[in-house]
DNA sequence: CATTGGAATTTGACAGTGTCAAGATTGGCT
DNA sequence: AGCCAATCTTGACACTGTCAAATTCCAATG
């Protein structure tokens, strides 16, 4: 009758979920799990139960390793980053195109990913998280490294004369940055419904940027 | 005893609300309690049960005006977007100034309606409508023409050797607008946090336009 | 080997949310 | 006066995140 030997009958047989009380690496798994939901239903999607049912754990058992909800978004983003951050690096430094080449095949590459990710880009780059000032410490520095590496990159751009070199280095890099987030949100959000031209729209952006 | 005559006697004193079981414009006072909760919270903020509280009438009632909650908001956005289309002819139609001007205070103009009213333009250009496609058709064809004459002015400026001729007209405009949107975005969703320097965003968004 | 302490997990509870179906109320028309 | 259709309310359901308290378990200590 009591709690304790229910429990205990219940493991002779089948627990649902084939797992005992403790797991292997529960963080982990949760952040794994909480990945695929983003890429399946996009932020919105995520549901704290749901989570728990998928990784066959109770309701609240996140609790132990995330803060709340927020601080599990958190550490997917800055995940997001660092493979964002990477990626970056490594189209910038093959030399072997011409910068304007290079910059064409970055422009492609963001919308191409965004598009791609749309769910992950938004969870990055939209208001759930910053918003509020709800993001982590750690995204915070781990975002702004990202941009300043930007700002760095434009600051190079404009001494080789690809950017003007009479604009401010920070306000060119946010204004570039700004275009192709516009036009990335633009599509994810559903604003503009026409994908099929993307590469067009992509081309016209680096025109007018590389002028 | 019966609900009947407890409604009497609420009646007969007071009914907290101070009106009865009919409403005067019931329809109109559900849209301005959400136009005030949008400005108050954001979109996020709107709950229909808040604003029947606010308006002084049950849960359900905006039921009958809207389909869901979805309904309502795009009811708004609709609003939004109309005023947003007048604010536009106006600046345009302005002659006094040059047009490299008029586009400057326009730039500016968007940006400082942006972040002034940045729940509403979170509204109007945001996932929460556009995203799985439930914007109601009248919203569709409010905001579609806005777009096109946006377009049609591109064309023009283009005519009159102020944008690159050889580009696309649509292309231009969707890339022009993506510029001012993703700033836009970037600031009201928190991810610029240095709100001090719009003005020179502003300046050099324009000068990367307009070259 | 038994006990116990603390980490890991669950259960219960609460205050919210949107929305549907069914009932209650009312003003206007015949 | 009576009824109808428009309008509004009540009840219910399935969700959500999160806190506090109870439970379960592993590991180290005596």
Chains 1, 2 share one sequence.
Not at 131 to 147: H, R
Not at 164 to 173: F, G, I, M, V
Request: hydrophobic fraction near 35%; aromatic fraction near 12%.
């Amino acid at each position: 009758m009591s709690r304790l030997a229910d429990k205990i009958l219940l493991m002779t047989n089948f627990n649902t979920a084939g797992k005992s009380y403790h797991h292997d690496d529960l963080r982990q798994k949760l952040i794994d799990a909480t990945r695929d939901m983003i890429r399946e239903g996009g932020v919105e999607a995520v549901s704290l139960r749901k989570l728990a049912d998928r990784v066959g754990v109770s309701r609240t058992a996140a609790y132990h390793y995330f803060k709340d909800k927020n601080d599990l978004l958190c550490t997917l983003a800055e995940e997001g980053f660092r493979y964002w951050s990477e990626e970056l690096d490594r189209i910038f430094q093959d030399e072997s195109k011409a910068l304007a080449d290079r910059y064409r095949s970055y422009i492609r590459w963001y919308m191409t990913y965004a598009l791609e990710n749309a769910e992950y880009y938004d969870l990055m780059f939209g208001r759930a998280i910053w918003k509020q000032n709800t993001a982590t410490d750690s995204l915070k520095i781990t975002s702004y490294n990202m941009f300043q590496k930007q700002v760095e990159r434009t600051r190079q751009w404009q001494e080789q004369g690809f950017f003007n070199p009479s604009e401010d280095s920070l306000r060119l890099a946010q204004v570039s940055w700004g275009t192709l987030h516009g036009l990335a949100r633009l599509l994810i959000d559903g604003v503009y419904t026409d994908d099929s031209h993307i590469d067009e729209m992509c081309d016209c952006a680096a025109n007018l940027l590389m002028s």
